[in-house]
Antibody, heavy 122, light 109 residues
Framework: EVQLVESGGGLVQPGGSLRLSCAASGFTVSSNYMSWVRQAPGKGLEWVSV???????YYADSVKGRFTISRHNSKNTLYLQMNSLRAEDTAVYYC????????????????WGQGTLVTVSS | EIVLTQSPGTLSLSPGERATLSCRASQSVSSSYLAWYQQKPGQAPRLLIY???SRATGIPDRFSGSGSGTDFTLTISRLEPEDFAVYYC??????????FGPGTKVDIK
């Protein structure tokens, strides 16, 4: 059974740092495209970052230079290092797998974690 | 930069009615990379439709997707009580790498 479990959220002061983890089971993180998606309270979904199976990484402009996505292959875990946090980074952070669902090459975020809440406030 | 616009923002309907949700892209999007998600309060999003028109595993056939290019539609043929939720379209491809629409809330009339 595929499962994604996030951890590491909490309350942090503006300018502070936090590292989120996403432990995967049922598939291999390093063989897949893995993303972080966040949702501010009462707002919509916002893509944050992706790491491709080959190791390339991409970020939303809103977090570029402050957040770093990475993975630990032997732990089958995805990470998001968040530095220089701002109030507007307050959100539930989800990890999700961007998977190829059909042989024809159609894709989607097919598995999601339950999310972890990050609150940036003094 | 591709922007996704969803309409309407809120759709108020009764159980048994048909729901038609629109997603419009500012530039052409590959159908292979257009997906729809359902999100209920306090829950993670769930994949409904991938490749613009294919239902994900376990999704009832009352959900259908269509469209191409810049105009995509999610249709719920007969609303069940469990279908009242927020629906997001999403694309992959151009910078930014992934984009979500702002969502359409389907609530009970």
């Amino acid at each position: 059974e595929v499962q994604l479990v996030e951890s590491g959220g909490g309350l942090v002061q503006p300018g502070g740092s936090l590292r989120l983890s996403c432990a995967a089971s049922g598939f291999t993180v390093s063989s897949n495209y893995m993303s972080w998606v966040r949702q501010a309270p009462g707002k919509g979904l916002e893509w944050v970052s992706v790491i491709y199976s080959g190791g390339s990484t991409y970020y939303a402009d809103s977090v570029k230079g402050r957040f770093t996505i990475s993975r630990h292959n032997s732990k089958n875990t995805l990470y998001l290092q968040m530095n220089s946090l701002r109030a507007e980074d307050t959100a539930v952070y989800y990890c999700a797998r961007w998977g190829r669902i059909a042989a024809a090459g159609s894709w989607g975020f097919d598995y999601w974690g339950q999310g972890t809440l990050v609150t940036v406030s003094s | 930069e591709i922007v996704l616009t969803q309409s309407p923002g809120t759709l108020s309907l009764s159980p048994g009615e048909r729901a038609t949700l629109s997603c419009r892209a500012s530039q052409s999007v590959s159908s292979s990379y257009l997906a729809w998600y359902q999100q209920k309060p306090g829950q993670a999003p769930r994949l409904l439709i991938y490749g613009a028109s294919s239902r994900a595993t376990g999704i009832p056939d009352r959900f259908s997707g269509s469209g191409s290019g810049t105009d995509f539609t999610l249709t719920i043929s007969r609303l069940e009580p469990e279908d009242f939720a927020v629906y997001y379209c999403q694309q992959y491809g151009s910078s930014p790498v992934f984009t979500f629409g702002p969502g359409t809330k389907v609530d009970i009339k």
